[in-house]
C-alpha cells in the first residue's frame, strides 16, 4: 500500500527555524515527483513546490520560492519541507503528495503536518 | 501564475441533487486538470485527472468535462458522503495553481 506518513505537530516561535517530514512507503521513492501544499486555517490549498528525489530537481511556487526549502533524502525515503525563519503567517497545515507518473497531477497525500507560528 | 476560478463558492444541495461545479482557468490549459475533495480535518482526496478521468475507486456519479480553460465537475446524485469542499488544480506548468475550492453543503 502507497503511504505517505508526515512528521508530527509544531508549535513553534517566529524567527526559529523547523524542517518538517514525509516518509514514503510502498512504491519505489526515487521514481516519483513529491511535493507540498499549505492550508492556512479555514482557507484553501495552496501549492508550494516539488521534487524529483532521484536527482533532487525541483521546482517551486513564486509566492514560495526563497521562503521554505524543499529537499528529499533517498536513502530514507524522506522528503522534507524547511523554514529557517518563521513567522506567524507560516501557521498552516502542509501536507505531502506523492505525484503520479511524470510528475503531473498528485495521487497520494499524506495526513498533514500542523505548524503553529505563535510568540 | 495561471489562476483558477471556481463557481460557485458556496452551493447548497439537497440528496439526489444533480450537482455541477465550474472550474475557468486564465489560459488555456488543454486538459491538464484534477479534481479533489477535502473533507473536514482530511487530507484532500483525488477524484478525477487529465480532466475526465475517474480516479480507481471513485464512484461513477462523479464525471469531469471540459478543456482548454473551462471545466466542470459533475456529481450525478449528490449522497450523504459527497458534502465536502471541491479543489480545481492545474498542472498545466511547473507552477501549478489550485482554484479557490467550492464548499457543498446540505440544504
Known amino acids: 500500500e502507497v503511504q505517505l506518513v508526515q512528521s508530527g505537530a509544531e508549535v513553534k516561535k517566529p524567527g526559529e527555524s523547523l524542517k518538517i517530514s514525509c516518509k514514503a512507503s510502498?512504491?519505489?521513492?526515487?521514481?516519483?515527483?513529491i511535493g507540498w501544499v499549505r492550508q492556512r486555517p479555514g482557507k484553501g490549498l495552496e501549492w508550494m513546490g516539488i521534487i524529483h528525489p532521484a536527482d533532487s530537481d525541483s521546482r517551486y511556487s513564486p509566492s514560495f520560492q526563497g521562503q521554505v526549502t524543499i529537499s528529499a533524502d533517498r536513502s530514507v525515503s524522506t522528503a522534507y519541507l524547511h523554514w529557517t525563519t518563521l513567522k506567524a503567517s507560516d501557521t498552516a497545515i502542509y501536507y505531502c503528495?506523492?505525484?503520479?507518473?511524470?510528475?503531473?497531477?498528485?495521487?497520494?497525500w499524506g495526513e498533514g503536518t500542523t505548524v503553529t507560528v505563535s510568540s | 501564475d495561471i489562476q483558477m476560478t471556481q463557481s460557485p463558492s458556496t452551493l447548497s444541495a439537497s440528496v439526489g441533487d444533480r450537482v455541477t461545479i465550474t472550474c475557468r482557468a486564465s489560459q488555456s490549459i488543454s486538459t491538464w486538470l484534477a479534481w479533489y475533495q477535502q473533507k473536514p480535518g482530511q487530507a484532500p482526496k483525488l477524484l478525477i485527472y487529465?480532466?475526465?478521468t475517474l480516479e480507481s475507486g471513485v464512484p461513477s456519479r462523479f464525471s469531469g468535462s471540459g478543456s482548454g480553460a473551462e471545466f466542470t465537475l459533475t456529481i450525478s446524485s449528490l449522497q450523504p458522503d459527497d458534502f465536502a469542499t471541491y479543489y480545481c488544480?492545474?498542472?498545466?506548468?511547473?507552477?501549478?495553481?489550485f482554484g479557490q475550492g467550492t464548499k457543498v453543503e446540505i440544504k
Open positions: 488544480h492545474q498542472y498545466s506548468t511547473d507552477s501549478r495553481t
Open positions: 510502498g512504491y519505489s521513492f526515487t521514481n516519483y515527483w
Open positions: 503528495a506523492k505525484h503520479s507518473p511524470a510528475g503531473y497531477y498528485m495521487d497520494v
Open positions: 487529465k480532466a475526465s
